[in-house]
T-cell receptor
């Protein structure tokens, strides 16, 4: 069973703080890793993808991957109330399917 | 740029009725297409994927079926809906190449309620 685990939250952070979202996965054959953001009632939208160990930065977002520990994280700097959403971690091996975690709910308070 | 459409946006159907959800993609050729379902309190579950016209792979056995009659059209169907079919149905597309960066992009979704 290929599992992707995330804390359901809610994770509450004050405006301007750094939000740290974590994800672990069980399939050592996983090759591609994605973070999606999903607002309530809407479809997931891609934030970032990462394929190699280390950090990848895009604006206020930084994805971190550690394949040895089977761990991927997303940091959101200078969090804004508009960042309040559910963040989905998705993992892909050589097949077609994305395996999703259940998501972490983030609440950024003004 | 690529655009993905789904309709209807919302649907309320009685148990035992048929279902047809449609997804179309614009701005790309021969995309890989996917149907996911997101049930309340659960993660996204891949139902079907297609790598070409008439080529459908099922990930989860259920009373649903999928078809791809045209290159950029993907249809999800059922002959008789069950209560457990309620959920948020999402269509997604990706590039046709099995490369490492096989990112999937989601459509706006169809919210189905079976009563």
């Amino acid at each position: 069973q290929k599992e992707v685990e995330q804390n359901s939250g809610p994770l509450s952070v004050p405006e301007g703080a750094i939000a740290s979202l974590n994800c672990t996965y069980s399939d050592r054959g996983s090759q591609s890793f994605f973070w999606y953001r999903q607002y309530s009632g809407k479809s997931p939208e891609l934030i970032m993808s990462i394929y190699s160990n280390g950090d990848k930065e895009d604006g206020r977002f930084t994805a971190q991957l550690n394949k040895a520990s089977q761990y991927v994280s997303l940091l959101i700097r200078d969090s804004q109330p508009s960042d309040s959403a559910t963040y989905l971690c998705a993992v892909k091996n050589s097949g077609y399917a994305l395996n999703f975690g259940k998501g972490t709910s983030l609440l950024v308070t003004p | 740029s690529q655009t993905i459409h789904q309709w209807p946006a919302t649907l309320v159907q009685p148990v035992g009725s048929p279902l047809s959800l449609e997804c179309t993609v614009e701005g790309t050729s021969n995309p890989n297409l996917y149907w996911y379902r997101q049930a309340a309190g659960r993660g996204l579950q891949l139902l079907f994927y297609s790598v070409g016209i008439g080529q459908i792979s099922s990930e989860v056995p259920q009373n649903l079926s999928a078809s791809r009659p045209q290159d950029r059209q993907f249809i999800l169907s059922s002959k008789k809906l069950l209560l457990s079919d309620s959920g948020f149905y999402l269509c997604a597309w990706s590039t046709p190449w099995r490369e490492l960066g096989d990112t999937q992009y989601f459509g706006p979704g169809t919210r189905l309620t079976v009563l």
